[in-house]
């Protein structure tokens, strides 16, 4: 069975990165087939797809936080991460990560609360 | 706002049926297949119900069921329990590689 969890600081100052890592357990990330995603819910809203790591390295962002965005990989551990620069408090979400076959995220992590407050 | 469309609720009685829809923009429903529904209960992960349109994941209800027709995609739930009350997205992979929300269903049951 996989699983998925997110770690990282849950205060980030603004003007600040934001930096979560997702560790995978139950399947390695380099197999292959699959994408892997964030995805983050600000309060009371729906959800934001944040963008995609491949097993290769290759990325894909959301068009809107593109220029803000990296999504790296570190197959040594099974992780993938998340960093989100010049961090405004309209970052304030709960970040998830997910396993992404073609767009049909199957596999979730439980969420990370990130709040952007001096 | 949202590339997809949802109404923001619908409510059923228990053992009724309610059909959420989910409306895209141009014609990227209609030239992809891969459209998704997820079902978000309170302080939870959201959980895949359904993929590729109409097709279950393992262990989802008979009672969810998916389709499609022309720009928009639906998700019906017949026989509606009290444990269907939640929140449901649905989205979409276009063939630009991006990941698409709606902007999400609260389902009530009365």
């Known amino acids: 069975q996989v699983q998925l969890q997110e770690s990282g600081p849950g205060l980030v100052k603004p003007s600040q990165t934001l930096s979560l890592t997702c560790t995978v357990s139950?399947?390695?990330?380099?197999?292959?087939?699959?994408?892997w995603s964030w995805i983050r819910q600000r309060p009371g809203k729906g959800l934001e797809w944040i963008g995609y790591i491949y097993y290769s390295g290759s990325t894909y962002y959301n068009p809107s936080l593109n220029s803000r965005v990296t999504i790296s990989l570190d197959t040594s551990n099974n992780q993938f991460s998340l960093k989100l620069s010049s961090v405004t408090a309209a970052d304030t979400a709960v970040y998830f990560c997910?396993?992404?076959?073609?767009?049909?995220?199957?596999?979730w992590g439980q969420g990370a609360p990130v709040t952007v407050s001096s | 706002q949202s590339a997809l469309t949802q109404p923001p609720s619908v409510s059923g009685s228990p053992g009724q049926s309610v059909t959420i829809s989910c409306t895209g923009t141009s014609s990227d429903i209609s030239s992809y297949n891969r459209v998704s529904w997820y079902q978000q209960a309170p302080g939870t992960a959201p959980k895949l119900m359904i993929f590729?349109?109409?097709d279950r994941p393992s262990g989802v209800p008979d009672r969810f069921s998916g389709s499609k027709s022309g720009n928009t995609a639906s998700l019906t739930i017949s026989g509606l329990q009290a444990e269907d009350e939640a929140d449901y997205y649905c989205s979409l992979h276009t063939g630009s590689s991006t990941r698409v929300f709606g902007g999400g269903t609260k389902v009530t049951v009365l």
């Open positions: 590729e349109v109409s």
């Open positions: 139950g399947g390695s990330i380099s197999s292959g087939g699959y994408f």
């Open positions: 997910a396993r992404d076959h073609w767009g049909a995220f199957d596999y």
